[in-house]
């Protein structure tokens, strides 16, 4: 067996040995050439494991999520998987940029979780995925005095990137992003963008849309929530929980039956909003995290 680096023309095996390994896991979508594509231009490294006879047997990239640098490892089923994702996982490793590498890892999938832990990966915390019914209009709190609840202008791309990017500490979103979510949901409008102003100045954000790949996968009706974003100085004032059911009501009139968000345990915060808009836990996915040196 070989590692070597990813090239664009390994595409469809890598996309057969994708669909092969995960066809089972929670809510899964069939990759494409063009959503792996996307993913793997993401990624900070990439490696490959092959074998003469069957080509591609295994592959492990890392990326940087929002939870902290992560590593996707596949290997193809079959009596030599965990060999082949042993020799990846170490190889992989000292590419990190971090020096500290995660992963999320469905709780029913116990020897996922072994595989891991016997190589120094610990308990972290868990990654939420929270639904709720779209059968009722939600009430948005009363605002604080001075605070306005609106739709995004469309001139207003740059300044909703500064205020993501503020409040998450770090580059949360880049130019053209509005044009990458019309591209992803042909649905999409800047109106479903919900903004709280304070005296000129955009302060919080939600974003709402359709959730298109489920949709079409599983003849659905679902709508999906960004995570709300706040400037720190505006935060605990209710602004959150407005957009969010804003959001919620923009998603019901466009006829939604359903709606999901993902947040994770350390979010005491947000959990607890979320729970006072009916939403209920739909998924959990352990996330395990190792330091390297």
């Avoid at 995925?129 to 059968?135: E, T």
């Avoid at 009706?221 to 804003?246: D, F, I, Q």
């Avoid at 998603?251 to 947040?263: A, R, S």
């Avoid at 994770?264 to 607890?272: C, H, K, Y």
């Amino acid at each position: 067996m070989k590692l070597r680096p990813y090239c664009e023309n390994d595409l469809p095996q890598l996309v057969s040995l994708l669909n092969d390994a995960y066809r089972e896991e929670y809510e899964f979508i069939p990759y494409t050439d063009e959503s792996l594509q996307a993913e793997l231009k993401v990624a900070s490294s990439v490696l490959l494991a092959t074998e003469e006879q069957d080509g591609i047997v295994g592959l492990a990239y890392l990326r940087q999520d929002w939870y902290g640098e992560t590593v996707t490892l596949c290997a193809r089923p079959g009596p030599k998987d965990e060999e082949i994702e042993d020799i990846l996982l170490s190889a992989i490793e000292p590419e990190n940029k971090t020096g500290h590498v995660t992963t999320a890892i469905d709780p029913l999938e116990q020897e996922r979780i072994t595989f891991f832990s016997a190589r120094g990966y610990l308990p972290q915390s868990s990654l939420y995925q929270m639904v709720a019914d779209l059968d009722r209009l939600q009430t948005p709190p009363q605002m604080p005095e001075g605070y306005i609840i609106r739709s995004l202008r469309l001139d207003e791309e740059e300044r909703l990137i500064r205020l993501a990017n503020a409040a998450y500490n770090g580059e949360r979103l880049r130019p053209g992003v509005l044009a990458k979510w019309k591209a992803q949901d042909p649905d999409f409008s800047i109106d479903w963008v919900q903004v709280a102003e304070y005296e000129g100045e955009l302060v919080a954000a939600v974003r709402g849309c359709s959730d298109g790949e489920y949709n079409e996968r599983y003849h659905a009706n679902r709508g999906y929530l960004g995570p709300a974003a706040t400037l720190r100085p505006h935060r605990g004032k209710g602004l959150s929980r407005a957009l969010t059911a804003t959001a919620m009501n923009l998603l019901h009139e466009h006829g939604m039956k359903t709606v999901c968000l993902y947040t994770w345990e350390g979010n005491p915060a947000a959990l607890e909003l979320i729970r006072h808009l009916d939403f209920r836990l739909g998924h959990e996915w352990k996330i395990l995290g190792k330091t390297l040196r």
